[in-house]
């Protein structure tokens, strides 16, 4: 059964880090582009980050540039997403997302992990 489980969530201080995985199982885990995306309360889904299947290219979003990094490990079948530089507009639910990097329609969720940034 194909799965994505996150963990790392928590409350973190105004400028603070924390760092997010998400583990793979039940697909070929290489050939899926992974991203990270999050949900804010009241607000829509927000695509945060992209890692492409071979590790060899990333996008953000303008919001957390320069402050998350997005990684994988193929052989441990995992992604995470090193989060630094934190403020209470990053606090939501983060979702790990695979979708097959050229079967764009199979894609896969995790169920998120929480995450407050809050003095």
């Known amino acids: 059964q194909e799965q994505l489980v996150e963990s790392g969530g928590g409350l973190v201080q105004p400028g603070g880090s924390l760092r997010l995985s998400c583990a793979a199982s039940?697909?070929?885990?290489?050939?899926?582009?992974m991203s990270w995306y999050r949900r804010a309360p009241g607000k829509e889904r927000e695509l945060v980050a992209t890692?492409?299947?071979?590790?060899?290219?990333?996008n953000y979003a303008d919001s957390v540039k320069g402050r998350f990094t997005i990684s994988r490990d193929n052989a441990k079948n995992t992604v995470a997403l090193q989060m630094n530089s934190l403020n209470s507009e990053d606090t939501a639910v983060y979702y790990c997302?695979?979708?097959?990097?050229?079967?764009?329609?199979?894609?896969?969720w995790g169920r998120g992990t929480q995450v407050t940034v809050s003095s």
């Open positions: 997302h695979g979708r097959h990097f050229v079967h764009f329609s199979v894609e896969y």
């Open positions: 039940g697909f070929v885990f290489s050939v899926y582009d």
């Open positions: 890692i492409a299947s071979a590790g060899n290219s990333s």
